[in-house]
């Protein structure tokens, strides 16, 4: 079953002139092959935002402002990454 979105891009693509088609295969070839192109990572990535399992834009809303507000907690004496890079030798 085609998409309501689709059937409508079929129905204006049918009333393109035919170089105007021809540059629009070309776009829709372009834009597969740099699918193709995708790194692993970037593979992966794209997965699972397909699955929803991750989100490809900014958290919005209360969570977007609390990271924007978010600050260090100060602390005294050396960094915390030194101490725990020091423990574990």
Do not use: C, F, H
């Not at 829709?28 to 794209?46: D, H, I, P, S």
């Not at 978010?70 to 890079?85: A, D, E, M, V």
């Amino acid at each position: 079953m085609v998409s309501p979105n689709v059937n409508r891009i079929l129905e204006q693509a049918q009333a393109l002139t035919d170089a105007e088609r021809k540059e629009l295969r070309d776009l829709l070839a372009q834009r597969a092959v740099k699918n193709e192109e995708l790194t692993k990572q970037q593979q992966v990535r794209q997965s699972l935002v397909q699955r929803g399992l991750v989100e490809l834009d900014p958290p919005k809303g209360k969570d977007a402002q609390r990271d924007r507000l978010w600050q260090p907690i100060p602390i005294q004496g050396k960094p915390l990454s030194q101490t725990i890079i020091e423990e574990r030798q």
